[in-house]
């Protein structure tokens, strides 16, 4: 039952997650991701995601030490970078990210993209979490393969799977492999990067319900039982992507909005992706 932005998933380890949180990616640092936080956590958001890459992890800070909200109310993740990988590589990051974004712990630690060096940075993650520095574990754009050799050496399964997931790339398969391990999917690129707007048929379902495009793409990730993480540095927008409890998509919806995957990527190919 989805009832409100303070609805939750429980991970693997028990842990609770919001299945609705603010993205930052390419939200500049300084005033723009300090405002676009503050805006999102008075909205009541309480999950934000950002990443060493993104540039932006001491505004992220900055604007959790000014909220009104405590901390543990916030779930915070970030992410280790491609060049930061590596097991040594790893814990030194995370400490950095940590002193960036000015608290103790992160609710949540991502790897960026799969690499042959991860698993021994997922040995660092295995670390953190076992001395409790970070509350849940995970990898980003991990395709079937890459989970698989993960798993290969892994003690612990990665809580969460964060890849890009929207009506023009759905990747079924993976959704349906994440749920069998337990791995709770994360969806980024939920607003296809801002082109929500060119799906006719996002538009046409929005007007039926008096919503916008972009609200029926997030609700038509969350009714799929996906988390997400739409990005904005817009207060309008931020506050329109968070106002999608008040309605339901119908089953026809759901399979009108299932038919618009094209395989279409809007960001890089896990296997494709630049080395560093
Ligand atoms: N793990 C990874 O490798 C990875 C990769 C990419 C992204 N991510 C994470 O996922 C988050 C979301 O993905 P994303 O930022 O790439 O794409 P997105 O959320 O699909 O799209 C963001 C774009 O949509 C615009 N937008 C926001 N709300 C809108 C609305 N209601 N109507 C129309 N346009 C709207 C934003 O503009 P304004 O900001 O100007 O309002 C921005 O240009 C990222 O911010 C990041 O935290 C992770």
């Not at 540039?55 to 491609?82: I, M, Q, T």
Request: with cysteine; aromatic share 6%; proline share 5%.
């Amino acid at each position: 039952m989805l009832t409100g932005i303070g609805d939750t998933v429980t991970l693997a380890n028990g842990v609770e997650m919001p299945r609705l949180g603010l993205g930052t990616y390419k939200s500049a640092e300084g005033g723009d991701v300090e405002r676009a936080v503050a805006t999102a956590l008075e909205l009541g958001y309480r999950g934000i995601d950002t990443a060493s890459l993104y540039g932006n992890e001491e505004g992220v800070g900055a604007a959790l030490a000014a909220a009104p909200v405590p901390r543990e109310e916030v779930f915070l993740a970030s992410k280790v970078w491609n060049d930061e990988q590596g097991y040594d590589a790893t814990l030194a990051a995370f400490e950095r990210s940590l002193e960036r974004l000015g608290t103790e712990y992160l609710d949540l630690y991502l790897v960026h993209w799969p690499r042959p060096e991860t698993p021994d940075t997922w040995r660092a993650l295995e670390r953190l979490l076992a001395e409790g520095r970070v509350r849940a574990i995970g990898v980003c754009n991990h395709l079937i393969h890459h989970l698989d050799r993960l798993l290969e050496s892994a003690e612990v399964v990665p809580m969460v799977n964060q890849y890009e997931f929207h009506p023009w790339l759905q990747q079924s398969g993976l959704l349906g492999h994440c749920e069998g391990l337990d791995i709770v999917a994360q969806a980024w690129a939920p607003l296809m990067k801002g082109r929500v707007d060119e799906e006719a048929k996002l538009v046409a379902i929005g007007k039926r319900h008096g919503k916008s495009a972009a609200q029926v793409a997030i609700r038509w990730i969350l009714q799929h039982g996906v988390t997400t993480i739409p990005k904005s540095v817009t207060p309008a927008r931020i506050a329109e992507n968070a106002d999608v409890f008040d309605f339901s998509l119908s089953v026809e919806e759901m399979r009108a909005i299932d038919g618009l995957d094209r395989g279409e990527r809007l960001g890089p190919h896990p296997d494709r992706f630049p080395a560093r």
